[in-house]
């Protein structure tokens, strides 16, 4: 029988739903707005988006939420595609946080 994956947790014990409201951070939002459009342009399918999520270290997986794996997964998909370039990337991330943003004061 094949290893689960970590997105495969049927029949497994889930513990409590939460039922808290959730409000997005801004961030979250421009992901969600930057994914549409990429799956809207066809620059990636339901297929290998899936499988970028599913193949996320089990442990980040565990420990990060909806929007964070979302982004990975996007992320990943655009490097794999030489769209996004990982080291310039980096670069601008660390000038983000260094310089803050709304979600991230230095």
Wanted: charged residues 30%; hydrophobic residues 40%.
């Amino acid at each position: 029988m094949a290893e689960r994956l970590i997105t495969d947790l049927g029949g497994l014990p889930a513990g409590a739903i939460p039922r808290e409201e959730y409000h997005m951070v801004f961030w979250e939002k421009q992901m969600i707005a930057t994914f549409n459009l990429l799956w809207d342009k066809g620059i990636f399918n339901l297929d290998e988006f899936r499988r970028m999520v599913e193949s996320i270290d089990a442990e980040l997986y565990k420990t990060s939420n909806f929007y964070r794996r979302r982004l990975d997964g996007m992320i990943d998909l655009l490097v794999e595609k030489g769209l996004l370039d990982p080291a310039e990337l980096e670069a601008r991330t660390q000038r983000i946080l260094q310089e803050g943003t709304r979600d991230h004061v230095p």
